[in-house]
Nanobody, 124 residues
Framework: QVQLVESGGGLVQTGDSLRLSCAASDRTFSYYAMGWFRQPPGKEREFVATISWSGDNTYYADSIKGRFTISRDNAKNIMYLQMVSLKPEDTAVYYC?????????????????WGQGTQVTVSS
């Protein structure tokens, strides 16, 4: 079972940047499609971005396209989410997740393992 730990969240101002990290406990990390999701206050969890096991394929939610970049380093068992031009509506708890037997996935139901989340707060 893969354990995932997010880090890098914090309180920033509109227009700032942050890089989130998701560290996996197992070398099988490289076999999984990975994704980032977020849950804004009072709302349901929503898809942010996903990346294939090789890193060659990525897919983004329209709301963050052009501002966020997902990447992974399989040698280090880490996935990243680089966020720039942050907006107050990006405020949420951000979760990373791992999916078996998929190239990529945009639905929470497709994921098998989840991290505990990291808070990102963007002030106006």
């Amino acid at each position: 079972q893969v354990q995932l730990v997010e880090s890098g969240g914090g309180l920033v101002q509109t227009g700032d940047s942050l890089r989130l990290s998701c560290a996996a406990s197992d070398r099988t990390f490289s076999y999984y499609a990975m994704g980032w999701f977020r849950q804004p206050p009072g709302k349901e969890r929503e898809f942010v971005a996903t990346i294939s096991w090789s890193g060659d394929n990525t897919y983004y939610a329209d709301s963050i396209k052009g501002r966020f970049t997902i990447s992974r380093d399989n040698a280090k068992n880490i996935m990243y989410l680089q966020m720039v031009s942050l907006k107050p509506e990006d405020t949420a708890v951000y979760y990373c997740a791992a999916a078996r037997d998929r190239l990529m996935a945009a639905s929470p139901a497709d994921y098998d393992y989840w991290g505990q989340g990291t808070q990102v707060t963007v002030s106006s």
